[in-house]
């Protein structure tokens, strides 16, 4: 760290400086043995996320008596960086974080320092615990740090899509829009539902489900009454022969037994997809309508209903 960084920290605390979006102060450290880790994984995450900080440094001050404003002190030393790193981990994405302690007024302060280069916003829970399910993510807003509503984190995801770069105005509106459809348009969160796509558009990508449950599939049309499914993002497809019944009656379906092992899969409107995604969770599609504009129809066209297990 940097004495720059260690100088602010020791201004901060010499001005008294009120807890705010960029500054929270703890009067004790962090207890990593416990339970407590989550709630420090909880705070980092928060100031991760805060639209109010930014683009700017962050820091959580160990040692000081907030209502009260004085430096307490830790009762020993802080605990090595690498405890914490490890714990880090549970971020995603992964963030660049140091910790580390300095002296004030003869006793010891830690302190978690949250680099501003961190902008790949939203940072959410990276691993099921006891505590949160993975993609659990919070925010702070002023002094206190709430939960991510959907709305705000949409938004943040958003912002992460739409990258500003050095291009001609109209092709980045271009950009822009088609990173809104894919979010907005191509994206449904329900757990079961039915869409009509155009498989060449978005590249063929149409989003179901959140969190444990996303599955990001790929189609594509390749004549009339057949689809494809490829495995391109993260997700293995199967397919069950003349059985689309079976969507309606998956407790009847051998999961064990199907075999998952060809980049993708051709369907007919009679068979059912089965898509397991990286956490193991499973999806069914089955195939209402599937027309193809090269044997001729207007358009590209898959009609289909799905159906998280």
């Given at each position: 760290m940097s004495y720059s960084i260690e100088d602010k920290i020791k201004k901060i605390v010499s001005d008294k400086t009120n807890e705010k979006c960029i500054l929270d102060y703890k009067v004790k450290e962090y207890d990593l043995g416990t339970k407590s880790k989550w709630e420090m994984i909880k705070d980092i995450i928060a100031m991760l996320n805060s639209e109010e900080a930014f683009g700017e440094h962050k820091f959580i001050i160990l040692g000081i008596a907030e209502k009260e404003f004085y430096v307490k002190g830790l009762e020993r030393n802080m605990r090595d960086d690498n405890e914490y790193q490890h714990l880090f981990e549970f971020i995603e994405p992964r963030p660049k974080i140091e910790t580390g302690q300095v002296f004030i007024e003869n006793k010891t302060i830690g302190y978690?320092?949250?680099d501003k280069i961190n902008a790949k916003r939203p940072y959410t829970i990276a691993k099921d615990n006891e505590k949160y399910c993975r993609g659990t993510s919070f925010i702070r807003k002023g002094s206190i740090n709430i939960s991510l509503n959907n709305e705000t984190r949409e938004k943040l995801i958003l912002k992460k899509f739409i990258k500003k770069s050095n291009v001609n105005e109209i092709y980045q509106n271009?950009?822009?829009?088609n990173a809104l459809k894919s979010e907005v348009i191509y994206k449904n969160k329900d757990s079961e539902g039915?869409?009509?796509i155009d498989p060449s558009n978005n590249n063929g990508k149409f989003t179901i489900g959140e969190g444990l449950f996303e599955f990001k599939i790929k189609f594509d049309v390749a004549n009339n009454g057949v689809a494809r499914v490829y495995n391109d993002y993260g997700i293995q497809v199967s397919r069950i022969k003349n059985k689309g019944y079976l969507f309606d009656r998956y407790q009847e379906i051998a999961f064990e037994k199907l075999d998952f092992t060809d980049r993708l899969r051709r369907y007919e409107t009679s068979d059912l997809a089965v898509i397991v995604n990286r956490m193991g969770k499973f999806a069914l599609l089955a195939?209402?309508?599937?027309?193809?504009e090269s044997h001729g129809a207007n358009s590209d066209l898959i009609e289909f209903k799905w159906k998280i297990i």
């Amino acid at each position: 760290m940097s004495y720059s960084i260690e100088d602010k920290i020791k201004k901060i605390v010499s001005d008294k400086t009120n807890e705010k979006c960029i500054l929270d102060y703890k009067v004790k450290e962090y207890d990593l043995g416990t339970k407590s880790k989550w709630e420090m994984i909880k705070d980092i995450i928060a100031m991760l996320n805060s639209e109010e900080a930014f683009g700017e440094h962050k820091f959580i001050i160990l040692g000081i008596a907030e209502k009260e404003f004085y430096v307490k002190g830790l009762e020993r030393n802080m605990r090595d960086d690498n405890e914490y790193q490890h714990l880090f981990e549970f971020i995603e994405p992964r963030p660049k974080i140091e910790t580390g302690q300095v002296f004030i007024e003869n006793k010891t302060i830690g302190y978690i320092f949250i680099d501003k280069i961190n902008a790949k916003r939203p940072y959410t829970i990276a691993k099921d615990n006891e505590k949160y399910c993975r993609g659990t993510s919070f925010i702070r807003k002023g002094s206190i740090n709430i939960s991510l509503n959907n709305e705000t984190r949409e938004k943040l995801i958003l912002k992460k899509f739409i990258k500003k770069s050095n291009v001609n105005e109209i092709y980045q509106n271009i950009l822009d829009k088609n990173a809104l459809k894919s979010e907005v348009i191509y994206k449904n969160k329900d757990s079961e539902g039915k869409e009509k796509i155009d498989p060449s558009n978005n590249n063929g990508k149409f989003t179901i489900g959140e969190g444990l449950f996303e599955f990001k599939i790929k189609f594509d049309v390749a004549n009339n009454g057949v689809a494809r499914v490829y495995n391109d993002y993260g997700i293995q497809v199967s397919r069950i022969k003349n059985k689309g019944y079976l969507f309606d009656r998956y407790q009847e379906i051998a999961f064990e037994k199907l075999d998952f092992t060809d980049r993708l899969r051709r369907y007919e409107t009679s068979d059912l997809a089965v898509i397991v995604n990286r956490m193991g969770k499973f999806a069914l599609l089955a195939f209402i309508n599937i027309d193809s504009e090269s044997h001729g129809a207007n358009s590209d066209l898959i009609e289909f209903k799905w159906k998280i297990i």
